[in-house]
């Protein structure tokens, strides 16, 4: 950080407290987060590199993997599809009730993710409120990979609203009425003009609710079932269940992929998020 | 909405209408659904049922202890989202966007990963526990990370680690530096500038922030299952939930969501305050 020195004389720091804050930042950021993830890193490192691909070519080891990633992206593609109705008519239209509506998108925030588990686990079984209608044409979704994708629609919905609603806030008007003016058609206007516009807000929502939903733990673990036979055993529950039996190994191996499949998304995130500031900016 | 009225006025209604109906069905049948279900299970065996659940020695016990992590978590992550936001958006300096991103880590990364990487760091394979045996030898005391309240509590603060500066970093990237700037140059030391001008501007943000780093911190449970397994001792109330619902017997079941009612009390509330705010927000 020596060259924070350099920048100086450039009038940056006319504001005191930069060493002083900054040295706060690192100092925290490093004792409770980046140290401790370390820690999972050297002790997967630790081990041979046979072990280690071993550990994580188990078959039910690979499952999990398939059945968070799986349904992470269909439960975000979801998402991205009602997000953006509604984003769209949280933004477009004024009604009653609009902003119990807006409120409630928040939820999933802000429930105790093993109280959305078990709710959702006991709302879907075939004695449940809506899993007992379903069960009747034949859809069983408790202990099954839909009710795992419902679980992580849940969790994932609020991502995808509050990254698509503050764009469509802010978009310029002019855009639309040009091109209903040119005679584009209201559904042509809306695909070429509006959804190019918020692509990339979606694309950042989209990253964050497959993130969230590929490390998801207690709103998913009761309603999958956790089944090995079924292939509904999530990633998380089975490092959980490693820690469980104190296989150290096991457990910081599989987590190690964890992390690189979530640096991976949040590189993406990032990437997607300076993109998008710098397209604005130059607007 | 004028130029709407020009020429298909009826087809355009239409649309509307789906929509908003698409988006009240989404909401009612995603999110709605599960608040009723929540408190029709728990008052499923009558009112008193449901109070003896709450008064159990379990769960007055799990309160006690999310309420301590709680408290510790938001008083820790408020002071790092005051530092952290001053940090970032008020100088600029070389690996600024990746600091950001660093701070958001605890978002995107599994809470059971949080829970193992402080088994990892003060287990029985960590690194950092010859160093707490060593404190506890030297000065006789006896401290426990990892299956104790301390590692409960840094779990709490590992999930809910950014949740402050999050709702900070935009206010206050949007209010600029050019008011503090001034400040610094007619001599305003450090704090009465944050005080008097910084303070001002974060005041709903930093409200929301800590509401919401409450409501995460009441109710995290992967990171705190992997560090705690002693029921009535270390086990907090979503772990509690969790026990009875595993318990599986019809009445140990309504009990589950009868303590669960009182976590979605408080996410109702929360919802409740934050639209208040937002609404305040916008009106300034």
């Avoid at chain 1, 839909?146 to 310029?172: H, N, S």
């Avoid at chain 1, 820690?243 to 992929?257: K, P, R, W």
């Avoid at chain 2, 007055?60 to 999310?66: H, K, N, P, R, W």
């Avoid at chain 2, 969501?257 to 009390?265: D, K, M």
Wanted: some cysteine; aromatic content about 10%; proline content about 4%.
């Amino acid at each position: 950080m020596a060259k924070s020195r350099v920048k100086k004389y450039r009038g940056g720091h006319v504001i005191p407290g930069f060493g002083l804050t900054l040295g706060i930042t690192i100092a925290m950021l490093s004792l409770l987060i980046l140290i401790p993830l370390a820690s999972v890193l050297g002790n997967a490192f630790r081990q041979s590199p046979a072990a280690f691909f071993k550990t994580i070519t188990q078959p039910n080891v690979i499952h999990s993997f398939e059945t968070s990633i799986l349904c992470s992206f269909i439960a975000a593609v979801i998402n991205c599809v009602f997000g953006l109705i509604l984003a769209w008519v949280l933004v477009k239209y004024e009604f009653p009730g609009k902003r119990i509506l807006d409120g409630l998108i928040e939820l999933p925030f802000c429930l105790p993710t093993a109280v959305a588990g078990i709710t959702l686990s006991k709302m879907y079984s075939t004695t449940g409120e809506l899993g007992g209608p379903l069960s009747k044409l034949g859809i069983k979704v408790s202990y099954t990979h839909i009710g795992l994708t419902i679980a992580l629609v849940f969790i994932g919905i609020p991502f995808v609203v509050r990254a698509i609603q503050p764009v469509l806030e802010k978009m310029d008007k002019q855009y639309e009425e040009a091109a209903y003016i040119l005679g584009a058609s209201k559904t042509k206007t809306f695909f070429k003009v509006i959804l190019s516009e918020i692509k990339p807000a979606m694309l950042t929502g989209f990253g964050l609710a497959f993130a969230r939903g590929i490390g998801e733990y207690g709103s998913v673990i009761y309603i999958s079932g956790n089944s090995e036979k079924e292939r509904t055993q999530v990633v998380s529950y089975v490092i959980m269940q490693k820690l469980n039996y104190l296989d150290y190994e096991s457990a910081t191996a599989i987590a190690l992929v964890l992390l690189i499949i979530s640096f991976l998304l949040l590189f993406f995130i990032n990437v997607v998020q300076i993109r998008q500031s710098r397209r604005t900016n130059n607007v | 909405m004028a130029k709407n009225r020009k020429g298909s006025e009826k087809k355009v209604d239409i649309t509307k209408i789906v929509l908003i109906a698409l988006s009240v069905l989404f909401v009612f049948l995603m999110l709605v659904m599960p608040l009723i279900s929540v408190i029709v299970n728990s008052l499923r065996e009558g009112f008193k049922f449901y109070f003896q659940s709450l008064g159990t020695s379990y769960v007055l016990s799990a309160l006690g202890v999310t309420v301590i992590a709680t408290v510790i978590a938001v008083i820790v992550n408020t002071f790092f989202g005051l530092v952290a936001s001053w940090a970032i958006t008020k100088f600029s300096f070389k690996g600024k966007q990746v600091l950001a991103t660093l701070i958001d880590i605890p978002f995107s990364i599994s809470p059971v990963v949080a829970g193992l990487s402080y088994v990892m760091t003060f287990g029985r394979l960590g690194w950092a526990r010859p160093l707490i045996n060593a404190i506890n030898n030297t000065f006789g005391t006896d401290i426990q990370i990892v299956f104790a309240i301390p590692g409960v509590v840094l779990a709490t603060i590992f999930v809910t680690f950014p949740f402050v500066s999050r709702e900070l970093i935009p206010v206050l990237n949007v209010e600029g530096t050019d008011e503090e700037e001034a400040a610094a140059l007619m001599g305003a030391k450090g704090f009465t500038i944050f005080r008097k001008i910084t303070f001002p501007h974060i005041k709903w943000a930093l409200v929301y922030g800590v509401i919401l780093c409450t409501a995460r911190a009441l109710g995290e449970f992967g990171a705190v299952n992997a560090l705690s397994k002693t029921r009535g001792e270390t086990f907090t109330l979503p772990l509690e939930i969790d026990a009875l619902y595993l318990a599986g017997s019809a009445d140990s079941i309504v009990s589950s969501f009868a303590v669960s009612s009182l976590l979605v009390i408080i996410a109702i509330v929360v919802l409740i305050i934050r639209n208040i705010f937002e609404h305040n927000a916008k009106k300034e």
